[in-house]
């Protein structure tokens, strides 16, 4: 596998997070295309750093999405979006290193999430 920091998914999360998650702190996500997956499925991974792991380098949480290039790329921009939203919807609102599981991050969440993103980004845009 090879990382590479991915700037243009970094934006489109930032926008993404202003306008839904302000929990999210950004500045300690950030945003990886992977190369050479050997995964069958998965387009996109949520990473977190646990809290022991915090406490024994002594750093705060940070958050890792990582976005395999082989499918993300692919994908139309309004499902670029939407797994974008579904990596972050994995961020719990205490930003603390946990992570919300699949039984919260579902499709019909997802969809509603970017459902609420297109009308709040429509309103922004036409200010």
Known sequence: MRYEFAPDIQREAERISRLLFPHVKMERVKCFRSYGTSSRRTIARCHALG???????????????????????????????????????????????????????????????????????DAKDNI
């Open 51 to 121: 809290k022991l792991m915090q406490k024994a380098i002594g750093i705060k949480a940070v958050y890792a999405l990582e976005f395999l290039s082989e499918r993300f790329d692919k994908l139309s921009s309004e499902d670029q979006i939407k797994t974008i939203i579904h990596e972050l919807m994995h961020i719990p609102k205490t930003f603390g290193g946990g992570f919300k599981h699949h039984d919260h991050v579902t499709i019909k969440n997802v969809n509603q999430v970017y459902a609420k993103y297109i009308r709040l980004k």
